[in-house]
């Protein structure tokens, strides 16, 4: 029996720079030769490239996709970024939360009765993540090659410091249930609740995976 994934979910995310870096030396399944990264506007696609020629060229091997957003993050006291600011100190954005100039005066005003433009939160800076958000169709995409990407997936999880990852798979005719948390892999297993034939109409949510529990 071929491995595979039934289900999955994601809300990973993951700065771009930091996906780019972990492809630089990646630990690759057997089956993945290597991966092509592309980018298209703000959405990043990392593609198998299978290691034997039995798939043909025209086949479309699987791939990992995510939507590329721009946060912005600041520099704390020891020397490391986060996306909440720190504490604000007096004579920036002190006092209550107006969007003033900080002055405590008030919003000041140009010859034209517009405001001036907002002075930008120092030690702060914008950058970009990668993220795998969405169900398997929309993170895990085509067949060929899917489960040894699922495997680059679950790598890529447990590099992550936010998000978490999901999934029911196939292994050697057994399922298997993963669970990533915060780059973190956690304890899982499958829990049948519920029996969709017993009423009518009867959908499951698999969005969450409610199947898989700690």
């Known amino acids: ?7 999955l979910h ?5 700065l ?15 089956d993945i030769a290597d991966v092509e990264i592309t980018r298209r506007n703000n959405t990043l696609i990392v593609s198998a490239v299978a290691a034997e020629d039995n798939i043909s ?5 699987a791939q990992l996709k995510a939507s590329v957003t721009e946060n912005r993050v600041y520099e704390h006291d020891d020397g490391t970024w986060h996306e909440e600011p720190p504490e604000t100190e007096p004579g920036f954005g002190g006092g209550s939360s107006s969007s003033g100039s900080g002055s405590g005066s008030g919003p000041q005003w140009g010859a034209f009765g517009e405001q001036e433009e907002e002075e930008e939160p120092p030690n702060s800076k914008l950058v970009e993540y990668a993220c ?9 995409q085509n067949t060929a090659l899917q489960y040894p990407m699922f495997e680059v997936l679950c790598g890529l999880a447990k590099t992550a410091d936010k998000g978490s990852l999901t999934a029911i798979a196939a292994v050697d ?7 990533i948390v915060d780059g973190e ?13 017993e009423k009518d109409n009867c959908t499951v949510n698999w969005r969450d995976n409610k199947f898989i529990s700690s």
Do not use: C, N, W
């Open 173 to 179: 005719d057994e399922l298997k249930a993963v669970r």
């Open 1 to 7: 029996m071929t491995s595979r994934v039934f289900r």
């Open 185 to 197: 892999e956690r304890t899982a297993q499958i829990k049948v609740v519920e029996d969709p034939t």
């Open 16 to 30: 771009l720079e930091d996906v780019h870096e972990y492809f630089e030396d990646p630990d690759l399944p057997v």
């Open 132 to 140: 795998f958000k969405g169900d398997r169709e929309t993170v895990l």
């Open 10 to 14: 994601s809300t990973l995310e993951l």
């Open 57 to 61: 060229k025209y086949t479309p091997t």
